[in-house]
């Protein structure tokens, strides 16, 4: 019986439950044994010249092995590693003349325990000269004061026309706008960022805790100037990422980089207060639509202007506006669509990827904007969403940005989300509500969203190997951190092959095993990681079909996999077969093959959100939501679903309650799990998902990404339904998170207008 | 200082620093890694384990602190023969953890919870689980594996 399809339990989960992952922190390997702790000194304010670092008392401290600067270490500037950026932005490991963000890193602790070296590191003395903090985003943009003197702007990075088109909204009866704020939140995985390192035959030898060694080897090789062949990245256990633990940051490279000065074994985990300030942050956009169209709810034009924050350096944060300018059309048929966008450095985190990673951003804003159309013409947002939809298709359809959709039909998507909901019960029961003046509001938000999965790369390779004691190996490039790779990659080995899947082990992260890999993010693995392992499997029993053809004398297309003995035998005569294994014991049944995809894939869904606001307190709650999220053909829906559940919570986490927030000094308000509000459980309903799968014809599995998903979908949902349960009281807008204090406010404003 | 605890049944002497958290003294000088550290202000509960049967979040609480006392922890809580507590079973059964770095106090946390309240209602597990963060699975299949765990049908 085929388990393709069918909610396997992990394959992982045994040793989690007892014994613990073995992150980087719990590491002993014995090349480890004796390893120096690392402890950062990091900048306490915004933007300041150093004047100097005195580092006298600190070494005075007990176990201190040394206190390292950037002049130490040899670090000094180099531009940003994307040719696109202004390159002469350019930033060192550690801060060799200006700190730029609260968290900016200045110098380095080395001590033979960690107690011993929070305790110094508070003693290496840094004088500053204080720089004016550049928090505000427009006065960013206006370079009235500048990050990197020698850029003379503090663009990092822009696209689109150079001149707005003055004739777009021409014709149309109806044209709004609003500034829609996408905050700045944190991806704070659980575990934080981590790395230990140690020389091994001259050769640099690295633990990370990433999302793609192979891309952390790049970056780190490329900060210390070093050459691939002398460093091998190690990935352990990896305590979730979120698109913040791609590849490796400055810090990781630190570490490498003492180890090498020193040349002893260094490790560094840093600690949830430094994560807050120094991981990357996500989102930070401000971003204002345009919608302009008809009374009759079409939609004749769509203009979306992006400011990025970058953060204090050029990191992935500041390339996100492509993406959402990518996705801007996002599920309509709009004639015209014009986006600019443009990146802006300031004194805060630097900004890269977090679940979504400049997606959310496209869906966000126009499912905004169509929400604030539908309320100037008086119309349904459900009857506005569908008029401008796209068609169903299934060929591929170019957008006005030039996006290439796979395969699409919006509409069921969102008929099935709004019967799963029972819709028209629900917009009765808000009118009940409000008819008796009720205090407990009801709101109800739609989105409807595609999404690209699967960009770049496009490539995955994978090796497979059938071994002469009936197990299996696999060898993936991609990165598992919490996403069940290894049960969803033994589940297509034993589909093909019949090798119990507790036979199978996949391996992964490690660059000397694994020199090629794109890691795991963009929502990629399954689409481009699973089918390379696919392929690779299915090239594997060809190839186990032809030894068998000549072991048993039979013609190669007479030969038949037999998954009940795993091995083949000759079709007609079950008993003239034999088994991988003992094929195997004869000579190595190993295929190591790369799967290219014709292109990315177009996910796409529907959310419906319910919440409930307290008139009284402005307090939102989310008591429903329901989601259509169509993934292409689901593996093993067990490991899909979490997907899901955990995107919809980070995307209900944006709408209503987390946001990094500086004051106007630059100094971070949220930098503990203390002040940041980390969702918890209480602050979430258990979800509806509703099924839906459309396969894409780019991979044999069908399957298009699903990780990003519930993310993309949640935020605009929820953040709408806030907006509708007070829209009647004259509230439009109301910017993200809609915290009691905001929706509050809000509400009296209202009142005071009318 | 000198501290005597029982740790998962196993009675131990060791000589510690004054400061040494109980978390760090289970990691570091007992080796019992599972434990994890996922904040420094006392908020996130991946540090939780049993301290004479109460859930404590170990990073609050000094090891000198466990003096004479019992500490129980996720590495044992399975059998003896490896079969699975019935909480670890459910996490299992219904994919109550991701990336595992919450789950060893999270665990914990729902072993304590089925213990004062053995058939909660949803709304009781999640009030009962506020002081545990988990960033992956949305919470929504840890609810689910509670209720398995205490004999009830999630639906
Ligand atoms: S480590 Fe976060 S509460 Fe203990
Ligand atoms: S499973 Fe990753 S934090 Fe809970």
Redesign the pocket.
């Given at each position: 019986m085929s388990i393709m399809g069918t909610r396997v339990v992990r394959v992982e989960d045994p040793r989690l439950l007892t014994t613990g992952a073995v992150y980087t922190e719990d590491l002993r390997d014995p090349r480890l044994t004796g390893a120096l702790h690392l402890t950062f000194v990091r900048a306490p304010m915004a933007h300041a010249r150093i004047l100097s670092i005195q580092t006298a008392d600190a070494l005075a401290f007990p176990g201190v092995v040394a206190v390292l600067t950037a002049a130490d270490l040899g670090m000094e500037p180099m531009p940003p590693a994307m040719p696109m950026f202004t390159q002469t932005m350019t930033t060192s490991l550690l801060a060799t003349d200006t700190v730029r963000f609260v968290g900016d890193a200045v110098a380095v602790v080395v001590t033979e325990t960690a107690y011993q070296g929070q305790d110094a590191a508070d003693h290496v003395h840094v004088e500053y000269d204080h720089l004016p903090a550049l928090i505000d985003l427009r006065e960013a943009a206006s370079d009235a004061v500048l990050l990197y003197p020698q850029a003379g702007t503090n663009t990092v990075f822009a696209m689109g026309p150079a001149e707005l088109d003055p004739e777009l909204f021409a014709g149309c009866e109806v044209v709004v706008t609003q500034e829609i704020v996408n905050q700045r939140v944190a991806a704070a995985?659980?575990e934080g960022r981590a790395a230990a390192a140690t020389i091994e035959d001259g050769r640099l030898i690295m633990w990370v805790s990433t999302q793609a060694a192979q891309d952390a080897k790049g970056a780190i090789c490329r900060w210390l100037g070093i050459e691939p062949e002398t460093l091998r990245v190690i990935t352990p256990d990896v305590?979730?990422g979120f698109g913040a633990k791609i590849g490796a940051d400055p810090d990781h490279a630190v570490v490498g980089a003492v180890a090498r000065h020193l040349g002893r074994p260094v490790r560094w985990t840093e600690t949830r207060s430094e994560n807050m300030v120094a991981m990357t942050h996500g989102r930070g956009q401000l971003n204002t639509v345009t919608i302009g169209g008809k009374r009759d709810g079409t939609v004749l034009a769509y203009r979306l202007e992006i400011l990025q924050d970058a953060g204090a350096q050029p990191r992935i944060g500041a390339v996100l506006p492509a993406l959402t300018t990518l996705m801007a059309p996002a599920v309509y048929a709009f004639p015209k669509v014009e986006v600019k966008a443009r990146s802006v450095v300031t004194t805060t985190t630097p900004t890269a990827a977090y679940r979504g990673a400049g997606r959310p951003e496209a869906t966000h804003a126009i499912e905004r904007g169509l929400d604030l159309f539908a309320a100037e013409i008086g119309m349904d947002p459900g009857e506005v969403r569908r008029t401008n939809l796209l068609p169903a298709f299934t060929e591929p359809h170019t957008t006005a940005t030039g996006a290439v959709y796979d395969t699409g039909d919006y509409a069921v998507a969102l008929d099935k989300a709004l019967a799963a909901s029972d819709y028209p019960a629900l917009r009765a029961e808000q009118e009940r509500r409000r008819a008796a003046g009720e205090e407990k509001l009801l709101g109800i938000g739609l989105s409807v969203y595609v999404e690209i999965t699967g960009q770049a790369p496009a490539s995955e390779i994978a090796d497979v190997e059938l071994r002469p004691d009936g197990s299996a190996r696999v060898l993936t490039g991609t990165s598992p951190h919490?996403q069940g790779h290894a049960t969803a990659w033994a589940m297509l080995v034993s589909e093909e092959t019949g090798v119990p899947m507790d036979r199978i082990t996949v391996e992964h992260g490690d660059t000397d095993l694994i020199p090629v890999g794109g890691g795991t993010f963009g929502s990629r693995s399954l689409q481009q990681g699973g089918a390379a392992v696919r392929q690779a499997t299915r090239e594997l029993v060809e190839l186990a079909r032809q030894r068998a053809a000549d072991l048993l004398e039979a013609n190669p297309d007479d030969i038949v996999v037999d998954t009940a003995r795993a091995g083949v035998h000759v079709a007609g005569s079950p008993d003239a077969g034999v088994s991988f294994a003992e094929l195997a014991a004869k000579e190595p049944l190993q295929v190591h093959t790369t799967f290219t995809s014709p292109g990315p894939t177009f996910p796409f869904g529907a959310h419906v959100a319910v919440v409930e606001v307290d008139v009284r307190t402005g307090k939102a709650r989310l008591e429903r939501l329901i989601a259509v999220d169509d993934a292409g053909t689901i593996l093993n829906p067990l490991l899909a679903e979490g997907q899901r559940h955990g995107g919809y919570a980070q995307g209900v986490a944006q709408a209503l309650i987390e946001e990094v927030r500086y004051d106007p000094e630059g100094n971070p308000e949220t930098s503990t799990l203390a002040t940041y509000p980390f969702l918890g459980i209480t602050d979430v309903p258990s979800f509806e998902p509703v099924d839906m799968a459309t396969p894409t014809p780019y991979n044999t599995l069908g399957a298009k990404g699903v990780g990003e998903a519930g993310t993309i979908g949640a935020t605009p949902a929820v953040h709408n339904a806030v907006i509708d349960a007070v829209a009647h009281l004259g509230v439009r807008h109301i910017d993200m998170p809609t915290t009691p204090m905001r929706v509050w406010s809000a509400l009296r404003a209202a009142e005071a207008a009318s | 200082m000198q501290v005597t605890t029982t740790v998962n049944g196993e009675a131990r002497t060791d000589e510690v620093e004054d400061r040494l958290l109980l978390v760090h003294y289970l990691r570091d000088v007992r080796g019992l890694r599972a434990t994890n550290v996922g904040c420094d202000t006392t908020s996130c509960g991946a540090c939780t384990v049993l301290l004479d049967g109460e859930s404590v979040k170990s990073c609050t609480v000094l090891a000198v602190q466990a003096d004479g006392r019992e500490v129980s922890t996720v590495e044992g809580l399975a059998a003896a023969d490896g079969t699975l507590h019935p909480v670890q079973a459910a996490f299992r059964q219904e994919h109550g953890?991701?990336?595992?770095?919450?789950?060893p106090g999270?665990v914990m946390a729902c072993v304590s919870l089925l213990k004062d309240n053995p058939r909660p209602t949803e709304h009781e597990v999640r009030d009962g689980l506020e002081g545990n963060?988990?960033?992956?699975?949305g919470y929504h299949n840890i609810v689910r594996a509670v209720l398995v765990a205490s004999g009830q049908d999630p639906k």
């Amino acid at each position: 019986m085929s388990i393709m399809g069918t909610r396997v339990v992990r394959v992982e989960d045994p040793r989690l439950l007892t014994t613990g992952a073995v992150y980087t922190e719990d590491l002993r390997d014995p090349r480890l044994t004796g390893a120096l702790h690392l402890t950062f000194v990091r900048a306490p304010m915004a933007h300041a010249r150093i004047l100097s670092i005195q580092t006298a008392d600190a070494l005075a401290f007990p176990g201190v092995v040394a206190v390292l600067t950037a002049a130490d270490l040899g670090m000094e500037p180099m531009p940003p590693a994307m040719p696109m950026f202004t390159q002469t932005m350019t930033t060192s490991l550690l801060a060799t003349d200006t700190v730029r963000f609260v968290g900016d890193a200045v110098a380095v602790v080395v001590t033979e325990t960690a107690y011993q070296g929070q305790d110094a590191a508070d003693h290496v003395h840094v004088e500053y000269d204080h720089l004016p903090a550049l928090i505000d985003l427009r006065e960013a943009a206006s370079d009235a004061v500048l990050l990197y003197p020698q850029a003379g702007t503090n663009t990092v990075f822009a696209m689109g026309p150079a001149e707005l088109d003055p004739e777009l909204f021409a014709g149309c009866e109806v044209v709004v706008t609003q500034e829609i704020v996408n905050q700045r939140v944190a991806a704070a995985p659980l575990e934080g960022r981590a790395a230990a390192a140690t020389i091994e035959d001259g050769r640099l030898i690295m633990w990370v805790s990433t999302q793609a060694a192979q891309d952390a080897k790049g970056a780190i090789c490329r900060w210390l100037g070093i050459e691939p062949e002398t460093l091998r990245v190690i990935t352990p256990d990896v305590g979730g990422g979120f698109g913040a633990k791609i590849g490796a940051d400055p810090d990781h490279a630190v570490v490498g980089a003492v180890a090498r000065h020193l040349g002893r074994p260094v490790r560094w985990t840093e600690t949830r207060s430094e994560n807050m300030v120094a991981m990357t942050h996500g989102r930070g956009q401000l971003n204002t639509v345009t919608i302009g169209g008809k009374r009759d709810g079409t939609v004749l034009a769509y203009r979306l202007e992006i400011l990025q924050d970058a953060g204090a350096q050029p990191r992935i944060g500041a390339v996100l506006p492509a993406l959402t300018t990518l996705m801007a059309p996002a599920v309509y048929a709009f004639p015209k669509v014009e986006v600019k966008a443009r990146s802006v450095v300031t004194t805060t985190t630097p900004t890269a990827a977090y679940r979504g990673a400049g997606r959310p951003e496209a869906t966000h804003a126009i499912e905004r904007g169509l929400d604030l159309f539908a309320a100037e013409i008086g119309m349904d947002p459900g009857e506005v969403r569908r008029t401008n939809l796209l068609p169903a298709f299934t060929e591929p359809h170019t957008t006005a940005t030039g996006a290439v959709y796979d395969t699409g039909d919006y509409a069921v998507a969102l008929d099935k989300a709004l019967a799963a909901s029972d819709y028209p019960a629900l917009r009765a029961e808000q009118e009940r509500r409000r008819a008796a003046g009720e205090e407990k509001l009801l709101g109800i938000g739609l989105s409807v969203y595609v999404e690209i999965t699967g960009q770049a790369p496009a490539s995955e390779i994978a090796d497979v190997e059938l071994r002469p004691d009936g197990s299996a190996r696999v060898l993936t490039g991609t990165s598992p951190h919490g996403q069940g790779h290894a049960t969803a990659w033994a589940m297509l080995v034993s589909e093909e092959t019949g090798v119990p899947m507790d036979r199978i082990t996949v391996e992964h992260g490690d660059t000397d095993l694994i020199p090629v890999g794109g890691g795991t993010f963009g929502s990629r693995s399954l689409q481009q990681g699973g089918a390379a392992v696919r392929q690779a499997t299915r090239e594997l029993v060809e190839l186990a079909r032809q030894r068998a053809a000549d072991l048993l004398e039979a013609n190669p297309d007479d030969i038949v996999v037999d998954t009940a003995r795993a091995g083949v035998h000759v079709a007609g005569s079950p008993d003239a077969g034999v088994s991988f294994a003992e094929l195997a014991a004869k000579e190595p049944l190993q295929v190591h093959t790369t799967f290219t995809s014709p292109g990315p894939t177009f996910p796409f869904g529907a959310h419906v959100a319910v919440v409930e606001v307290d008139v009284r307190t402005g307090k939102a709650r989310l008591e429903r939501l329901i989601a259509v999220d169509d993934a292409g053909t689901i593996l093993n829906p067990l490991l899909a679903e979490g997907q899901r559940h955990g995107g919809y919570a980070q995307g209900v986490a944006q709408a209503l309650i987390e946001e990094v927030r500086y004051d106007p000094e630059g100094n971070p308000e949220t930098s503990t799990l203390a002040t940041y509000p980390f969702l918890g459980i209480t602050d979430v309903p258990s979800f509806e998902p509703v099924d839906m799968a459309t396969p894409t014809p780019y991979n044999t599995l069908g399957a298009k990404g699903v990780g990003e998903a519930g993310t993309i979908g949640a935020t605009p949902a929820v953040h709408n339904a806030v907006i509708d349960a007070v829209a009647h009281l004259g509230v439009r807008h109301i910017d993200m998170p809609t915290t009691p204090m905001r929706v509050w406010s809000a509400l009296r404003a209202a009142e005071a207008a009318s | 200082m000198q501290v005597t605890t029982t740790v998962n049944g196993e009675a131990r002497t060791d000589e510690v620093e004054d400061r040494l958290l109980l978390v760090h003294y289970l990691r570091d000088v007992r080796g019992l890694r599972a434990t994890n550290v996922g904040c420094d202000t006392t908020s996130c509960g991946a540090c939780t384990v049993l301290l004479d049967g109460e859930s404590v979040k170990s990073c609050t609480v000094l090891a000198v602190q466990a003096d004479g006392r019992e500490v129980s922890t996720v590495e044992g809580l399975a059998a003896a023969d490896g079969t699975l507590h019935p909480v670890q079973a459910a996490f299992r059964q219904e994919h109550g953890l991701q990336c595992g770095f919450c789950t060893p106090g999270m665990v914990m946390a729902c072993v304590s919870l089925l213990k004062d309240n053995p058939r909660p209602t949803e709304h009781e597990v999640r009030d009962g689980l506020e002081g545990n963060f988990c960033r992956c699975t949305g919470y929504h299949n840890i609810v689910r594996a509670v209720l398995v765990a205490s004999g009830q049908d999630p639906k």
